[in-house]
C-alpha cells in the first residue's frame, strides 16, 4: 500500500491510519511552544495590556462610530444654516442696492 492511498474505510479504530491521524495533535498538545506561552500570556493580561498600550477596543470604536455621527450630523445642520444666512444676506444687500439707486 501507498502512504498518500486513501486508509482502507472498513478498518477499526485501532488501524495505523487512525492512529497517525491523532499524532499531530498528540505532539502539539505535549510539546510547550513560544505561541501557547504568548497566548497564555496575553489571555492572562488582556486587559492590562489594552490599558498600558491604549489599544483601542470594540466599544472605543462604538463611541467614536457614535460620536462621528453626532458630529456628522452637527456639521450638516451648521451647513445648511450657512447657506440660509448667506441667501438673506444676499437678499438684503440686493435690496440695500435697490434703495440707494432709488435715492
Given amino acids: 500500500m501507498y502512504i498518500n492511498q486513501a486508509p482502507n474505510q472498513h478498518a477499526t ?3 495505523f ?3 497517525f491521524s491523532h499524532i499531530p495533535g498528540a505532539i502539539e498538545s505535549r ?3 513560544f505561541d501557547k506561552s504568548l497566548d497564555n500570556y496575553f489571555d492572562q493580561h488582556f486587559a492590562a ?3 498600558e ?3 483601542v477596543t470594540e466599544s472605543d470604536l462604538d463611541r467614536f462610530e457614535s460620536r462621528l455621527s453626532r458630529v456628522t450630523d452637527e456639521i ?3 451647513y445648511a444654516g450657512k447657506m440660509a444666512t448667506e441667501t438673506r444676506v444676499k437678499k438684503l444687500d440686493d435690496l440695500i442696492t435697490s434703495m440707494e439707486k432709488s435715492l
Avoid: A, F, N
Fill in 49 to 51: 495590556i489594552i490599558e
Fill in 13 to 15: 479504530g485501532d488501524s
Fill in 17 to 19: 491510519w487512525d492512529q
Fill in 76 to 78: 450638516s445642520s451648521l
Fill in 53 to 55: 498600550w491604549d489599544l
Fill in 31 to 33: 510539546v510547550p511552544t
